[in-house]
Protein backbone atom coordinates (compact mmCIF):
# COMPACT_ATOMS: atom_id res chain seq x y z
CA UNK A 1 0.00 0.00 0.00
CA UNK A 2 2.93 2.07 -0.39
CA UNK A 3 1.53 3.84 -3.31
CA UNK A 4 -1.45 4.90 -1.64
CA UNK A 5 0.77 6.14 1.02
CA UNK A 6 2.74 8.27 -1.59
CA UNK A 7 -0.35 9.61 -3.43
CA UNK A 8 -1.54 11.15 0.05
CA UNK A 9 2.14 12.00 1.88
CA UNK A 10 4.47 11.54 -0.92
CA UNK A 11 6.10 13.97 -3.66
CA UNK A 12 6.37 14.37 -7.34
CA UNK A 13 3.54 15.17 -9.96
CA UNK A 14 1.33 12.59 -9.24
CA UNK A 15 1.34 13.60 -5.92
CA UNK A 16 1.01 16.66 -6.05
CA UNK A 17 -2.24 16.87 -8.58
CA UNK A 18 -3.59 14.33 -6.15
CA UNK A 19 -3.66 16.28 -3.63
CA UNK A 20 -4.63 19.60 -4.83
CA UNK A 21 -7.62 17.82 -6.50
CA UNK A 22 -8.99 16.19 -3.18
CA UNK A 23 -8.54 19.51 -1.42
CA UNK A 24 -10.56 21.51 -3.99
CA UNK A 25 -12.99 19.09 -4.46
CA UNK A 26 -13.70 18.22 -0.99
CA UNK A 27 -13.84 22.54 -0.21
CA UNK A 28 -16.09 22.75 -3.29
CA UNK A 29 -18.40 20.23 -1.59
CA UNK A 30 -18.67 21.70 1.72
CA UNK A 31 -19.47 25.08 0.56
CA UNK A 32 -22.33 23.63 -1.42
CA UNK A 33 -23.60 21.70 1.63
CA UNK A 34 -22.73 23.66 4.83
CA UNK A 35 -24.57 26.57 4.97
CA UNK A 36 -26.27 28.68 8.57
CA UNK A 37 -29.85 30.16 7.45
CA UNK A 38 -28.71 30.57 3.72
CA UNK A 39 -25.12 32.07 4.15
CA UNK A 40 -22.33 29.67 3.15
CA UNK A 41 -18.55 30.76 2.74
CA UNK A 42 -18.31 28.96 -0.74
CA UNK A 43 -15.75 28.17 -2.22
CA UNK A 44 -13.55 29.61 0.21
CA UNK A 45 -13.79 26.10 2.09
CA UNK A 46 -11.17 25.29 -0.18
CA UNK A 47 -8.63 27.37 1.80
CA UNK A 48 -9.84 25.98 5.08
CA UNK A 49 -9.79 22.64 3.74
CA UNK A 50 -6.53 23.03 2.58
CA UNK A 51 -5.21 24.28 5.39
CA UNK A 52 -6.42 21.79 7.89
CA UNK A 53 -4.89 19.18 5.22
CA UNK A 54 -1.61 20.87 5.72
CA UNK A 55 -2.12 21.03 9.54
CA UNK A 56 -2.46 16.93 9.69
CA UNK A 57 0.77 16.75 7.80
CA UNK A 58 -0.62 16.56 3.81
CA UNK A 59 2.54 18.80 2.45
CA UNK A 60 2.66 20.03 -1.21
CA UNK A 61 6.03 20.78 -3.41
CA UNK A 62 7.00 24.52 -2.65
CA UNK A 63 7.38 25.19 -6.18
CA UNK A 64 4.22 23.66 -7.82
CA UNK A 65 2.65 24.92 -5.00
CA UNK A 66 4.16 28.87 -6.03
CA UNK A 67 3.23 28.27 -9.66
CA UNK A 68 -0.33 26.91 -8.90
CA UNK A 69 -0.78 30.19 -7.20
CA UNK A 70 0.59 32.58 -9.42
CA UNK A 71 -1.11 30.71 -12.35
CA UNK A 72 -4.54 30.33 -10.30
CA UNK A 73 -4.29 33.81 -9.26
CA UNK A 74 -3.38 35.35 -12.62
CA UNK A 75 -6.66 33.03 -14.30
CA UNK A 76 -9.11 34.53 -11.82
CA UNK A 77 -7.86 38.25 -12.00
CA UNK A 78 -7.82 38.10 -15.77
CA UNK A 79 -11.31 36.88 -15.83
CA UNK A 80 -12.58 38.98 -13.90
CA UNK A 81 -11.33 41.68 -15.98
CA UNK A 82 -12.43 40.36 -19.11
CA UNK A 83 -15.97 40.44 -17.54
CA UNK A 84 -15.71 44.19 -16.09
CA UNK A 85 -13.76 45.46 -18.95
CA UNK A 86 -16.98 45.84 -21.52
CA UNK A 87 -19.00 48.11 -18.49
CA UNK A 88 -15.93 49.87 -16.56
CA UNK A 89 -15.63 52.74 -17.65
CA UNK A 90 -19.44 53.64 -18.63
CA UNK A 91 -20.32 52.65 -14.74
CA UNK A 92 -19.10 56.52 -14.27
CA UNK A 93 -22.19 57.82 -16.32
CA UNK A 94 -25.94 57.81 -15.63
CA UNK A 95 -25.60 58.06 -11.63
CA UNK A 96 -22.87 55.72 -11.28
CA UNK A 97 -20.31 57.91 -10.31
CA UNK A 98 -22.26 58.95 -6.90
CA UNK A 99 -22.30 55.23 -6.40
CA UNK A 100 -18.90 54.49 -7.08
CA UNK A 101 -17.58 57.70 -5.22
CA UNK A 102 -19.29 56.22 -2.22
CA UNK A 103 -18.07 52.72 -2.95
CA UNK A 104 -14.11 53.81 -3.56
CA UNK A 105 -15.09 55.41 0.20
CA UNK A 106 -15.57 52.10 1.99
CA UNK A 107 -12.67 50.53 0.44
CA UNK A 108 -10.10 53.84 1.69
CA UNK A 109 -11.95 53.62 4.82
CA UNK A 110 -11.54 49.62 5.16
CA UNK A 111 -7.68 50.65 4.71
CA UNK A 112 -7.88 53.31 7.37
CA UNK A 113 -9.56 51.03 9.78
CA UNK A 114 -6.74 48.69 9.16
CA UNK A 115 -4.14 50.87 9.51
CA UNK A 116 -5.07 52.89 12.64
CA UNK A 117 -5.63 49.18 14.12
CA UNK A 118 -2.01 48.30 12.89
CA UNK A 119 -0.92 51.35 14.92
CA UNK A 120 -2.95 51.00 18.00
CA UNK A 121 -2.19 46.75 18.40
CA UNK A 122 1.29 46.67 17.06
CA UNK A 123 0.23 43.68 14.85
CA UNK A 124 2.39 43.88 11.72
CA UNK A 125 0.91 45.53 8.28
CA UNK A 126 1.29 42.61 6.35
CA UNK A 127 -1.14 40.55 8.83
CA UNK A 128 -3.18 43.02 9.38
CA UNK A 129 -3.73 43.44 5.68
CA UNK A 130 -4.44 39.28 5.24
CA UNK A 131 -6.94 40.57 8.22
CA UNK A 132 -8.37 43.55 6.13
CA UNK A 133 -8.78 41.22 2.97
CA UNK A 134 -10.35 38.66 5.34
CA UNK A 135 -12.88 41.06 6.69
CA UNK A 136 -13.85 42.24 3.30
CA UNK A 137 -14.00 38.77 1.33
CA UNK A 138 -11.57 39.78 -1.32
CA UNK A 139 -9.11 37.59 -2.58
CA UNK A 140 -7.65 38.91 -5.35
CA UNK A 141 -6.43 41.62 -2.81
CA UNK A 142 -5.08 38.81 -0.96
CA UNK A 143 -2.93 37.36 -3.37
CA UNK A 144 -1.70 40.78 -4.74
CA UNK A 145 -0.92 41.58 -1.08
CA UNK A 146 0.80 37.91 -0.84
CA UNK A 147 2.78 38.50 -3.75
CA UNK A 148 3.49 41.94 -3.18
CA UNK A 149 5.64 40.77 0.44
CA UNK A 150 7.19 38.28 -1.43
CA UNK A 151 8.78 40.61 -4.60
CA UNK A 152 10.18 42.92 -1.55
CA UNK A 153 11.52 40.60 0.91
CA UNK A 154 12.02 37.31 -1.21
CA UNK A 155 10.31 35.26 1.03
CA UNK A 156 6.38 34.24 2.01
CA UNK A 157 4.44 35.52 4.85
CA UNK A 158 2.06 32.55 5.66
CA UNK A 159 0.29 35.18 8.52
CA UNK A 160 -1.40 37.02 5.18
CA UNK A 161 -3.06 34.39 4.80
CA UNK A 162 -3.61 33.39 8.02
CA UNK A 163 -5.10 36.54 8.78
CA UNK A 164 -7.84 36.35 6.12
CA UNK A 165 -8.77 32.92 6.81
CA UNK A 166 -9.49 34.50 10.23
CA UNK A 167 -11.43 37.41 8.99
CA UNK A 168 -13.36 35.86 6.05
CA UNK A 169 -16.00 34.07 8.01
CA UNK A 170 -16.95 37.00 10.06
CA UNK A 171 -16.45 39.15 7.02
CA UNK A 172 -19.36 37.52 5.36
CA UNK A 173 -21.82 37.16 8.57
CA UNK A 174 -20.69 41.06 8.87
CA UNK A 175 -21.46 42.17 5.46
CA UNK A 176 -24.85 40.91 5.95
CA UNK A 177 -25.31 42.04 9.66
CA UNK A 178 -25.13 45.63 8.49
CA UNK A 179 -27.75 45.80 6.12
CA UNK A 180 -29.98 44.65 8.44
CA UNK A 181 -28.51 47.10 11.00
CA UNK A 182 -28.88 49.71 8.62
CA UNK A 183 -32.47 48.47 7.78
CA UNK A 184 -33.48 48.50 11.67
CA UNK A 185 -31.54 52.05 12.44
CA UNK A 186 -33.58 53.79 9.46
CA UNK A 187 -36.75 51.75 10.06
CA UNK A 188 -37.05 50.84 6.69
CA UNK A 189 -40.20 48.91 5.39
CA UNK A 190 -39.50 46.87 2.23
CA UNK A 191 -42.95 47.10 1.02
CA UNK A 192 -42.77 51.31 1.08
CA UNK A 193 -39.30 50.92 -0.41
CA UNK A 194 -41.15 49.07 -3.82
CA UNK A 195 -43.98 51.64 -4.10
CA UNK A 196 -41.37 53.69 -4.13
CA UNK A 197 -39.04 52.18 -6.74
CA UNK A 198 -42.67 52.10 -8.66
CA UNK A 199 -43.07 55.11 -8.70
CA UNK A 200 -39.56 56.21 -9.85
CA UNK A 201 -39.31 53.08 -12.42
CA UNK A 202 -42.40 54.62 -14.26
CA UNK A 203 -40.00 58.36 -14.70
CA UNK A 204 -36.83 55.81 -15.85
CA UNK A 205 -36.46 55.40 -19.57
CA UNK A 206 -37.25 52.51 -21.40
CA UNK A 207 -37.29 51.25 -24.71
CA UNK A 208 -40.96 50.74 -26.44
CA UNK A 209 -42.80 51.27 -29.66
CA UNK A 210 -45.38 53.86 -30.17
CA UNK A 211 -47.86 52.78 -33.36
CA UNK A 212 -48.93 56.12 -34.26
CA UNK A 213 -51.43 57.80 -37.47
CA UNK A 214 -50.22 60.67 -38.75
CA UNK A 215 -52.01 64.02 -38.29
CA UNK A 216 -49.37 66.60 -37.97
CA UNK A 217 -49.14 68.86 -41.03
CA UNK A 218 -45.31 69.84 -40.41
CA UNK A 219 -44.19 65.98 -41.27
CA UNK A 220 -45.58 65.61 -44.46
CA UNK A 221 -43.44 64.71 -47.41
CA UNK A 222 -40.32 64.49 -45.63
CA UNK A 223 -38.51 61.50 -45.47
CA UNK A 224 -37.43 58.95 -42.49
CA UNK A 225 -33.77 59.93 -42.42
CA UNK A 226 -34.65 63.34 -41.68
CA UNK A 227 -37.44 62.98 -39.14
CA UNK A 228 -34.74 62.88 -36.25
CA UNK A 229 -33.45 66.22 -36.94
CA UNK A 230 -36.72 67.57 -37.33
CA UNK A 231 -37.76 66.60 -33.95
CA UNK A 232 -34.29 66.58 -32.48
CA UNK A 233 -35.06 63.07 -30.81
CA UNK A 234 -33.75 59.51 -31.85
CA UNK A 235 -37.06 58.09 -33.82
CA UNK A 236 -36.55 54.38 -35.26
CA UNK A 237 -39.45 53.62 -38.09
CA UNK A 238 -40.01 49.89 -38.22
CA UNK A 239 -43.01 49.67 -40.07
CA UNK A 240 -45.38 52.02 -41.56
CA UNK A 241 -49.08 51.17 -43.17
CA UNK A 242 -50.02 53.90 -45.90
CA UNK A 243 -53.37 55.37 -46.35
CA UNK A 244 -54.40 53.03 -48.59
CA UNK A 245 -53.35 50.41 -46.56
CA UNK A 246 -50.12 49.29 -48.32
CA UNK A 247 -47.86 47.45 -45.85
CA UNK A 248 -44.28 47.96 -46.05
CA UNK A 249 -40.39 48.40 -44.13
CA UNK A 250 -39.49 51.53 -44.83
CA UNK A 251 -35.65 52.59 -45.88
CA UNK A 252 -34.51 55.98 -45.02
CA UNK A 253 -35.23 57.70 -47.99
CA UNK A 254 -39.42 56.62 -47.05
CA UNK A 255 -41.72 59.47 -47.45
CA UNK A 256 -43.88 59.84 -44.75
CA UNK A 257 -47.42 61.16 -45.19
CA UNK A 258 -50.20 62.77 -43.07
CA UNK A 259 -52.75 59.84 -42.65
CA UNK A 260 -49.94 56.55 -42.49
CA UNK A 261 -49.49 54.24 -39.65
CA UNK A 262 -46.45 54.24 -38.46
CA UNK A 263 -44.50 52.24 -35.41
CA UNK A 264 -42.00 54.34 -33.83
CA UNK A 265 -39.26 52.70 -31.27
CA UNK A 266 -37.75 55.00 -29.53
CA UNK A 267 -36.95 55.93 -25.30
CA UNK A 268 -40.19 56.56 -23.60
CA UNK A 269 -39.02 59.66 -22.62
CA UNK A 270 -39.54 60.81 -26.14
CA UNK A 271 -43.35 60.09 -25.60
CA UNK A 272 -44.56 63.68 -25.46
CA UNK A 273 -42.03 64.18 -28.80
CA UNK A 274 -43.78 61.34 -30.89
CA UNK A 275 -47.54 62.58 -29.91
CA UNK A 276 -46.84 65.75 -31.54
CA UNK A 277 -46.49 63.63 -35.00
CA UNK A 278 -50.08 62.26 -34.26
CA UNK A 279 -52.20 59.99 -32.46
CA UNK A 280 -51.70 56.50 -30.82
CA UNK A 281 -53.59 53.84 -32.38
CA UNK A 282 -54.42 50.25 -32.78
CA UNK A 283 -52.71 48.18 -35.38
CA UNK A 284 -53.65 44.59 -36.03
CA UNK A 285 -49.78 43.94 -37.21
CA UNK A 286 -49.57 40.20 -36.33
CA UNK A 287 -52.39 39.96 -38.68
CA UNK A 288 -50.73 42.00 -41.42
CA UNK A 289 -47.51 40.24 -41.18
CA UNK A 290 -49.39 36.75 -42.28
CA UNK A 291 -50.23 38.41 -45.21
CA UNK A 292 -46.89 39.88 -46.42
CA UNK A 293 -44.82 37.36 -44.64
CA UNK A 294 -43.31 39.61 -41.59
CA UNK A 295 -41.77 38.29 -39.02
CA UNK A 296 -39.80 39.46 -35.36
CA UNK A 297 -36.43 37.38 -35.10
CA UNK A 298 -33.49 37.79 -32.57
CA UNK A 299 -30.30 37.29 -34.37
CA UNK A 300 -26.99 36.85 -32.34
CA UNK A 301 -23.96 39.03 -33.62
CA UNK A 302 -21.13 36.15 -33.91
CA UNK A 303 -18.79 37.32 -36.88
CA UNK A 304 -15.88 39.19 -36.30
CA UNK A 305 -16.05 41.07 -38.98
CA UNK A 306 -19.11 42.55 -37.97
CA UNK A 307 -17.72 43.29 -34.24
CA UNK A 308 -17.03 47.19 -33.77
CA UNK A 309 -19.36 47.85 -36.90
CA UNK A 310 -21.94 50.66 -37.29
CA UNK A 311 -24.92 49.60 -37.93
CA UNK A 312 -25.36 52.74 -40.64
CA UNK A 313 -22.56 51.14 -42.25
CA UNK A 314 -23.80 47.66 -42.77
CA UNK A 315 -26.46 48.97 -45.02
CA UNK A 316 -28.81 46.52 -43.67
CA UNK A 317 -32.31 48.26 -45.08
CA UNK A 318 -30.41 48.36 -48.59
CA UNK A 319 -28.96 45.23 -48.61
CA UNK A 320 -31.78 43.40 -47.02
CA UNK A 321 -34.70 45.53 -46.31
CA UNK A 322 -34.74 44.34 -42.73
CA UNK A 323 -35.27 46.86 -39.68
CA UNK A 324 -32.84 46.35 -36.42
CA UNK A 325 -35.04 47.68 -33.77
CA UNK A 326 -33.14 46.77 -30.59
CA UNK A 327 -29.74 45.66 -29.29
CA UNK A 328 -29.51 43.47 -25.31
CA UNK A 329 -26.00 43.61 -24.93
CA UNK A 330 -24.74 42.21 -21.43
CA UNK A 331 -28.89 42.08 -19.95
CA UNK A 332 -29.73 46.45 -21.42
CA UNK A 333 -31.67 47.13 -24.02
CA UNK A 334 -30.03 49.42 -26.21
CA UNK A 335 -32.32 51.16 -29.03
CA UNK A 336 -31.07 50.33 -32.57
CA UNK A 337 -29.62 53.68 -33.74
CA UNK A 338 -27.33 54.34 -36.90
CA UNK A 339 -24.37 55.07 -34.88
CA UNK A 340 -24.19 52.13 -32.30
CA UNK A 341 -21.20 49.98 -33.15
CA UNK A 342 -22.09 46.49 -32.87
CA UNK A 343 -20.14 43.85 -30.42
CA UNK A 344 -19.97 39.73 -30.57
CA UNK A 345 -22.79 38.30 -28.68
CA UNK A 346 -24.93 41.22 -29.53
CA UNK A 347 -28.78 40.06 -29.43
CA UNK A 348 -30.43 41.96 -31.89
CA UNK A 349 -33.63 42.18 -32.93
CA UNK A 350 -34.84 42.44 -36.33
CA UNK A 351 -38.13 42.85 -38.31
CA UNK A 352 -38.43 41.61 -41.83
CA UNK A 353 -39.71 38.93 -44.44
CA UNK A 354 -38.74 35.34 -43.39
CA UNK A 355 -36.19 35.12 -46.17
CA UNK A 356 -34.59 38.13 -45.76
CA UNK A 357 -34.03 37.22 -41.91
CA UNK A 358 -32.34 34.26 -43.15
CA UNK A 359 -29.93 35.82 -45.40
CA UNK A 360 -28.97 38.48 -42.24
CA UNK A 361 -28.64 35.34 -39.86
CA UNK A 362 -25.80 33.74 -41.73
CA UNK A 363 -24.28 37.02 -42.62
CA UNK A 364 -24.43 37.71 -38.86
CA UNK A 365 -23.46 34.34 -37.76
CA UNK A 366 -26.08 33.47 -35.40
CA UNK A 367 -24.38 30.68 -34.34
CA UNK A 368 -24.56 29.87 -30.70
CA UNK A 369 -21.47 27.47 -30.65
CA UNK A 370 -19.38 30.40 -32.15
CA UNK A 371 -19.91 32.04 -28.47
CA UNK A 372 -19.28 28.52 -27.14
CA UNK A 373 -15.89 28.50 -27.95
CA UNK A 374 -13.42 31.28 -26.25
CA UNK A 375 -11.00 32.91 -28.13
CA UNK A 376 -8.24 31.57 -26.53
CA UNK A 377 -5.50 32.94 -28.25
CA UNK A 378 -6.73 36.72 -27.44
CA UNK A 379 -6.92 35.08 -23.42
CA UNK A 380 -3.17 33.92 -23.29
CA UNK A 381 -2.14 37.04 -25.24
CA UNK A 382 -3.75 39.69 -22.65
CA UNK A 383 -1.86 37.39 -19.79
CA UNK A 384 1.24 37.29 -21.14
CA UNK A 385 0.75 41.22 -21.91
CA UNK A 386 -0.10 41.32 -18.25
CA UNK A 387 2.67 39.28 -16.90
CA UNK A 388 4.87 42.01 -18.46
CA UNK A 389 2.69 45.30 -17.30
CA UNK A 390 2.73 43.45 -13.68
CA UNK A 391 6.85 42.80 -14.00
CA UNK A 392 7.92 46.53 -15.25
CA UNK A 393 9.33 48.19 -12.61
CA UNK A 394 8.32 51.82 -11.71
CA UNK A 395 10.22 54.13 -9.85
CA UNK A 396 7.80 56.08 -7.54
CA UNK A 397 9.05 59.14 -5.37
CA UNK A 398 8.88 57.84 -1.29
CA UNK A 399 9.86 54.30 -2.55
CA UNK A 400 13.13 52.78 -1.62
CA UNK A 401 12.45 50.61 -5.13
CA UNK A 402 10.50 50.37 -7.86
CA UNK A 403 7.17 49.24 -7.52
CA UNK A 404 5.67 46.60 -9.40
CA UNK A 405 1.77 45.95 -10.40
CA UNK A 406 2.93 42.84 -9.98
CA UNK A 407 0.91 39.74 -11.21
CA UNK A 408 -2.52 40.10 -10.15
CA UNK A 409 -2.26 44.01 -11.34
CA UNK A 410 -0.69 43.97 -14.54
CA UNK A 411 -2.98 40.99 -15.47
CA UNK A 412 -6.31 43.18 -13.78
CA UNK A 413 -5.17 45.92 -15.65
CA UNK A 414 -4.58 44.16 -19.33
CA UNK A 415 -8.10 42.58 -19.06
CA UNK A 416 -9.78 45.77 -18.53
CA UNK A 417 -8.18 47.54 -21.03
CA UNK A 418 -9.05 44.46 -23.51
CA UNK A 419 -12.51 43.88 -22.76
CA UNK A 420 -13.30 47.78 -22.86
CA UNK A 421 -11.39 48.98 -26.12
CA UNK A 422 -10.68 45.01 -27.49
CA UNK A 423 -13.50 45.04 -30.35
CA UNK A 424 -12.94 48.61 -30.95
CA UNK A 425 -9.56 47.49 -32.70
CA UNK A 426 -11.30 44.23 -34.08
CA UNK A 427 -9.33 41.88 -31.15
CA UNK A 428 -12.75 39.57 -30.13
CA UNK A 429 -12.13 38.99 -27.04
CA UNK A 430 -16.00 37.70 -26.06
CA UNK A 431 -16.73 34.59 -23.86
CA UNK A 432 -19.92 33.75 -22.79
CA UNK A 433 -20.80 33.95 -18.79
CA UNK A 434 -20.11 29.69 -18.47
CA UNK A 435 -16.51 29.82 -20.25
CA UNK A 436 -15.79 32.97 -17.80
CA UNK A 437 -17.00 31.46 -15.06
CA UNK A 438 -15.06 28.39 -15.62
CA UNK A 439 -11.95 29.99 -15.98
CA UNK A 440 -12.48 32.39 -12.74
CA UNK A 441 -13.39 29.47 -11.10
CA UNK A 442 -10.60 27.14 -11.83
CA UNK A 443 -8.21 29.58 -11.24
CA UNK A 444 -9.80 31.04 -7.60
CA UNK A 445 -10.00 26.84 -6.72
CA UNK A 446 -5.91 26.62 -7.36
CA UNK A 447 -4.96 29.94 -5.66
CA UNK A 448 -7.16 28.70 -1.87
CA UNK A 449 -5.66 25.22 -2.40
CA UNK A 450 -1.99 26.65 -2.84
CA UNK A 451 -2.50 29.51 -0.03
CA UNK A 452 -4.22 26.92 2.28
CA UNK A 453 -1.29 24.84 2.01
CA UNK A 454 1.22 27.28 2.90
CA UNK A 455 -0.37 28.51 5.95
CA UNK A 456 -1.18 25.38 7.20
CA UNK A 457 1.67 24.77 9.11
CA UNK A 458 1.68 27.75 10.81
CA UNK A 459 -2.53 28.48 11.47
CA UNK A 460 -3.40 26.21 14.62
CA UNK A 461 0.23 28.13 16.33
CA UNK A 462 -0.72 31.44 15.35
CA UNK A 463 -4.29 30.90 16.57
CA UNK A 464 -3.75 29.33 19.83
CA UNK A 465 -0.86 32.24 20.55
CA UNK A 466 -3.02 35.27 20.25
CA UNK A 467 -4.25 35.42 16.74
CA UNK A 468 -7.96 34.92 17.82
CA UNK A 469 -7.96 38.74 18.40
CA UNK A 470 -7.15 39.03 14.77
CA UNK A 471 -11.31 37.82 14.28
CA UNK A 472 -12.60 41.15 16.10
CA UNK A 473 -10.13 43.51 14.29
CA UNK A 474 -11.95 41.86 11.12
CA UNK A 475 -15.16 42.40 12.37
CA UNK A 476 -14.17 46.46 13.17
CA UNK A 477 -12.88 46.48 9.49
CA UNK A 478 -15.95 44.93 8.14
CA UNK A 479 -18.77 47.29 9.83
CA UNK A 480 -17.15 50.61 10.48
CA UNK A 481 -16.72 51.80 6.78
CA UNK A 482 -19.94 49.84 5.71
CA UNK A 483 -21.93 51.41 8.58
CA UNK A 484 -20.72 54.97 8.08
CA UNK A 485 -20.49 55.63 4.47
CA UNK A 486 -24.17 53.53 4.46
CA UNK A 487 -25.11 56.13 6.81
CA UNK A 488 -24.13 59.11 4.61
CA UNK A 489 -25.65 57.23 1.72
CA UNK A 490 -29.17 56.85 2.92
CA UNK A 491 -29.45 59.67 5.27
CA UNK A 492 -27.57 62.25 2.63
CA UNK A 493 -28.12 60.74 -0.48
CA UNK A 494 -31.59 58.99 -0.27
CA UNK A 495 -30.46 55.89 -1.68
CA UNK A 496 -33.71 53.28 -1.86
CA UNK A 497 -32.92 50.24 0.61
CA UNK A 498 -32.38 48.04 -2.10
CA UNK A 499 -29.63 49.86 -4.41
CA UNK A 500 -28.04 50.75 -1.05
CA UNK A 501 -27.31 47.01 -0.42
CA UNK A 502 -26.21 46.27 -4.04
CA UNK A 503 -23.78 48.93 -3.43
CA UNK A 504 -22.76 47.23 -0.09
CA UNK A 505 -22.42 43.83 -1.59
CA UNK A 506 -20.51 45.50 -4.96
CA UNK A 507 -18.32 47.10 -2.47
CA UNK A 508 -17.04 44.54 -0.32
CA UNK A 509 -17.31 42.57 -3.83
CA UNK A 510 -19.33 39.21 -1.80
CA UNK A 511 -22.00 37.37 -3.86
CA UNK A 512 -23.42 35.81 -0.15
CA UNK A 513 -24.53 39.57 0.31
CA UNK A 514 -25.46 39.91 -3.36
CA UNK A 515 -27.70 36.90 -2.53
CA UNK A 516 -29.13 38.13 0.45
CA UNK A 517 -29.84 41.49 -1.13
CA UNK A 518 -32.14 40.25 -4.14
CA UNK A 519 -33.88 37.99 -2.02
CA UNK A 520 -35.20 41.25 -0.79
CA UNK A 521 -37.20 41.69 -3.64
CA UNK A 522 -38.75 40.43 -6.27
CA UNK A 523 -40.16 42.90 -8.31
CA UNK A 524 -37.00 44.85 -8.99
CA UNK A 525 -33.45 44.12 -9.71
CA UNK A 526 -32.33 47.42 -8.58
CA UNK A 527 -29.44 45.63 -6.13
CA UNK A 528 -28.20 43.79 -8.83
CA UNK A 529 -27.78 46.77 -11.22
CA UNK A 530 -25.79 48.82 -8.03
CA UNK A 531 -23.79 45.72 -7.21
CA UNK A 532 -22.12 45.59 -11.52
CA UNK A 533 -22.15 49.40 -10.71
CA UNK A 534 -19.45 49.45 -8.43
CA UNK A 535 -18.13 46.36 -8.65
CA UNK A 536 -15.25 47.01 -11.62
CA UNK A 537 -14.05 50.05 -9.64
CA UNK A 538 -13.86 48.33 -6.33
CA UNK A 539 -12.20 45.10 -7.86
CA UNK A 540 -9.50 47.13 -9.13
CA UNK A 541 -9.13 49.23 -6.04
CA UNK A 542 -9.01 46.23 -4.20
CA UNK A 543 -5.80 44.90 -6.01
CA UNK A 544 -4.40 48.09 -5.86
CA UNK A 545 -4.71 48.63 -2.36
CA UNK A 546 -3.53 45.36 -1.74
CA UNK A 547 0.12 45.90 -2.91
CA UNK A 548 0.35 49.29 -1.63
CA UNK A 549 -0.65 48.27 1.84
CA UNK A 550 2.60 46.39 1.79
CA UNK A 551 4.35 48.73 -0.30
CA UNK A 552 3.90 51.81 1.62
CA UNK A 553 3.87 50.71 5.26
CA UNK A 554 6.42 47.23 5.49
Known sequence: MDWLSNLFFGTGIAHSIFVLSIVIAAGIFLGAKLKFKGITLGITWILFFAIACSHFGMTLDPLVEN??????????????????????????????????????????????????IHLLSGVDIATMTGV???????????????????????????????????????????????????????????????????????????????????????????????????????????????????????????VLHVGDKVRFVSDQKNERTVLLLGQLTEVAWEEKEKDIHLINRHIIVTKSKINRKRIMDLKIREAFNITITRVRRAGIELLATPELRLQMGDRLTVVGEQEAVDRLAVAFGNSTKRLDAPNLAALFFGIVLGVTLGSLPIVLPGLSQPFKLGLAGGSLIVAILMGAFGPKYHLVTYTTSSANLMIREIGISLFLAAVGFGAGKTFIPTLVGGGYVWIGYGVLITLLP??????????????DYFTLMGLIAGSTTDPPAL???????????????????????????RVLTGQLMILLFI
Open 482 to 495: LLIIGFIARKGLKL
Open 67 to 116: FAKDLGLILFVYSIGLQVGPSFFSSFGKGGLSLNILAASIVLLSCVTAYV
Open 132 to 254: LFGAVTNTPGLGAAQQTYQDLTGVANPDIASGYAMAYPLGVVGIIFSLLALRWFFRIRLDKEEEQVKTEKGEEQQIIHYDVTLTNPQIDGIRVRDLSQLTHVTLVVSRIITADGNEFMPDADT
Open 515 to 541: AYATSQSALNDRAAVAYSTVYPLTMFL
